[in-house]
């Protein structure tokens, strides 16, 4: 059996308990949970600060962490199955259980239930904080800092329209492996968008194109609605309506709404064209 990677930890030295029989690899181990103390925290490809980020994951986040050396955690997100190397220093012993999600693009925490306090800490579109008191308009976190209330939603409550909440990402500059308001890229800008919505997504655009909807039988523009996910090798964009998409790319380096006819025209001219679309 072949197992990506990407979403099964395992090497040759180590892998998680969980693949015992499933993959070859000199000891297996169950894994200590990690939870994210910094607003966002790259996962790398190597224990290294110069490896390519593949993704991030974002404050209250639990990670499973398999191995710790030289100042690196490599170990497995809780949100999407992704595997890599993250920082040891933006890891902490899990706190309070969460008991609400950040429900906009970004908002700060605050080091008093004042607007005006200092520092100010930014945090990132589904982020979980655990609220422990609330405080006029701020709820109370475990470390004794607020957050605004009016920009949580309790965990049980979900957005209803994935699209609506990419158009909040509009002009959002594009980073490769980024997936908040501080940059990110196409997949990153779906996945939080579904994860939003309480929809389960997985992290890359090739993942995407196995797993999201159901494929149509052309990869035509004619007849596509909002919602509709249209995938090229390495990139994915999201009908708005009719004739428009929106997607975090390369060419604009930002999020962007553009009609979906020459997205597909100057996207043929260096990457190729359309390999298939979706409908959720």
Same mark, same amino acid.
Request: glycine letters at 10%.
């Given at each position: 059996?072949?197992?990506?990677?990407?979403?099964?930890?395992?090497?040759? /030295?180590?892998?998680?308990?969980?693949?015992?029989?499933?993959? *070859?690899?000199?000891?297996?181990?169950?894994?200590?949970?990690?939870?994210? @103390?910094?607003?966002? +925290?790259?996962?790398?490809? %190597?224990? /290294?600060?110069?490896?390519?980020?593949?993704?991030?994951?974002?404050?209250?986040?639990?990670?499973?962490?398999?191995?710790?050396? /030289?100042?690196?955690?490599?170990?497995?997100?809780?949100?999407?199955?992704?595997?890599?190397?993250?920082?040891? /220093?933006?890891?902490?012993?899990?706190?309070?259980?969460?008991?609400?999600?950040?429900?906009?693009?970004?908002?700060?925490?605050?080091?008093?239930?004042?607007?005006?306090?200092?520092? %100010?800490?930014?945090?990132?579109?589904?982020?979980?904080? %655990?609220?422990?008191?609330?405080?006029?308009?701020?709820?109370?976190?475990?470390?004794?800092?607020?957050?605004?209330?009016?920009?949580?939603?309790?965990?049980?409550?979900? %957005?209803?329209?994935?699209? +609506?909440?990419?158009?909040?990402?509009? &002009?959002?500059?594009?980073?490769? *492996?980024?997936?908040?308001?501080?940059?990110?890229? @196409?997949?990153?800008?779906?996945?939080?968008?579904?994860?939003?919505?309480?929809?389960? @997504?997985?992290?890359?655009?090739?993942?995407?194109?196995?797993?999201?909807?159901?494929?149509?039988?052309?990869?035509?523009?004619?007849?596509?609605? @909002?919602?509709?996910?249209?995938?090229?090798?390495?990139?994915?964009?999201?009908?708005?309506? *009719?004739?428009?998409?929106?997607?975090?790319?390369? &060419?604009?380096?930002?999020? +962007?709404?553009?009609?979906?006819?020459? +997205?597909?025209?100057?996207?043929?001219?260096?990457?190729?064209?359309?390999?298939?679309?979706?409908?959720?």
């Amino acid at each position: 059996m072949t197992l990506d990677p990407r979403t099964h930890a395992y090497r040759d /030295d180590l892998a998680a308990e969980s693949l015992r029989g499933l993959v *070859g690899a000199m000891r297996f181990v169950t894994g200590e949970p990690r939870q994210v @103390c910094v607003p966002k +925290a790259g996962v790398h490809g %190597a224990p /290294d600060e110069t490896a390519r980020i593949d993704t991030e994951t974002i404050f209250g986040e639990t990670v499973t962490v398999y191995d710790e050396c /030289d100042g690196w955690s490599w170990g497995q997100l809780a949100g999407d199955g992704y595997v890599g190397y993250v920082r040891s /220093d933006q890891l902490r012993e899990p706190a309070d259980a969460p008991t609400h999600r950040v429900c906009v693009p970004a908002t700060l925490v605050y080091s008093a239930a004042d607007l005006k306090s200092q520092p %100010a800490m930014p945090i990132y579109m589904n982020s979980l904080v %655990a609220v422990t008191a609330i405080e006029g308009d701020y709820g109370k976190l475990p470390d004794g800092r607020y957050i605004m209330l009016r920009h949580l939603t309790c965990l049980s409550q979900v %957005a209803s329209d994935p699209v +609506a909440i990419m158009r909040q990402f509009v &002009h959002v500059p594009y980073l490769w *492996g980024g997936k908040t308001h501080a940059g990110l890229d @196409c997949s990153g800008l779906v996945q939080t968008a579904w994860q939003a919505c309480g929809l389960a @997504c997985p992290r890359d655009s090739d993942m995407m194109e196995a797993f999201l909807g159901a494929p149509l039988p052309s990869t035509s523009l004619g007849g596509l609605r @909002c919602g509709d996910l249209i995938f090229w090798d390495g990139h994915v964009a999201v009908m708005i309506d *009719g004739e428009n998409l929106i997607h975090a790319n390369g &060419h604009h380096m930002a999020v +962007a709404v553009e009609p979906a006819a020459d +997205a597909v025209s100057r996207i043929a001219q260096s990457f190729g064209e359309v390999t298939g679309i979706r409908r959720p």
